[in-house]
């Protein structure tokens, strides 16, 4: 799944609605492309910190994909966050995700 845009406590039901859904998948490895994320606030902040820890319980893993913009890089970094997530590189590729998207919410 990516997440692409503005996601704040408006728009980041959605994403976490989804992310949510890929958790119950069942997937041992969830990735989430960042790399188009523009901004993001505390609770989705949240979304991801709760995701991961359930990752980990499960023997899963959690991976942001990237680079991140600077913004939200600098929203990781003064919270302490930075660390903690495991990032992968997407190399200038999309990996397979440039579809539109289709609700126009940021997430697909």
């Known amino acids: 799944m990516w997440a692409r845009g503005q996601l704040d406590w408006d728009r980041g039901q959605d994403f976490a609605d989804r992310l949510e ?3 119950r ?4 490895t969830v990735v989430v492309n960042v790399s ?3 901004f993001v606030d505390s609770s989705v902040l949240n979304t991801l910190l709760a995701a ?6 499960a023997g899963g893993a959690l991976v942001l ?3 991140l913009l600077p913004t ?3 929203f990781f970094g003064i919270t302490g966050v930075l660390g903690y997530f495991t990032f992968a590189d997407a190399s200038g ?13 940021g997430v697909r």
């Open 36 to 38: 188009g994320l523009e």
């Open 72 to 74: 939200v890089e600098g």
């Open 25 to 28: 998948a069942g997937a041992g």
């Open 21 to 23: 859904a890929a958790l």
């Open 65 to 67: 994909e990237g680079p």
């Open 93 to 105: 590729t999309d990996g397979g995700q440039a579809a539109a998207d289709p609700a126009g919410d």
């Open 52 to 57: 991961h820890g359930r990752q980990r319980a």
